[in-house]
């Protein structure tokens, strides 16, 4: 078994463009953000406003996981399908602990205690993919797929939802039939807050960004189509 990728240099991972040097730097911004909420310090709303960067970055980022890494890793492993179940557990735990979070809202007593849990889980799954999954991965591929993994990863990952959907599957294709059309969605609220006055112009916003979403998606699912397979 390999070491786990948290002490092996960008080299021995594959390059600054392998999936696991990438999945690496967003373990570490997603733990950055972790921290900058777990400080307490700073007002409210840049408390806030670290939440939804963290949301963000840890839902892309699994959706992107649970279409394109997890699945090579199922056909390439004997023990993949182990290994995938567990970390989809904690996806769906984390999910569905977000959705609380978002349903009671930020001045619930409660939030900051679900937030830790969710915070909890998602250092787990760190430590899951970093010293078991990603180091399987890496034997069974070479430096050439551990880049095209990667950039197949990445596409995925910025045209992916940006925010819990317990409901959707964790695996393809029900994930991408319905996880790919609500990134629409996700991405246009996410655009929404600021600088946008009337309801009018703020519907007229998020027609532009679901637009914007679904070219975008388009083009991602033909590149990931175009990619040669990894076997
Ligand atoms: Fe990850
Ligand atoms: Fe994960």
Redesign the pocket.
Known sequence: MNPSIARQSVEQLGGEASVLAR?RR??AALEQLMRRYESGGGPPAERQRVLRDLVQLTFS??FA?ETVLWPALRRLAPDGEALTARVEDEHQRINDLVTEMERIGADDPRHDELAAEAFALIRQ??RD?EDLLLPRLQEHLDRARLRRLGSAWETVRRTAPTRPHPAVPRRPPGNALLGVPLSAFDRARDLLPAGVGSPAGRRAAAALACLAAAWTLTRATRRVRRARPLR
Do not use: N, T
């Open positions: 999945q967003d373990h980022h699994a996981e799954d760190i993919e």
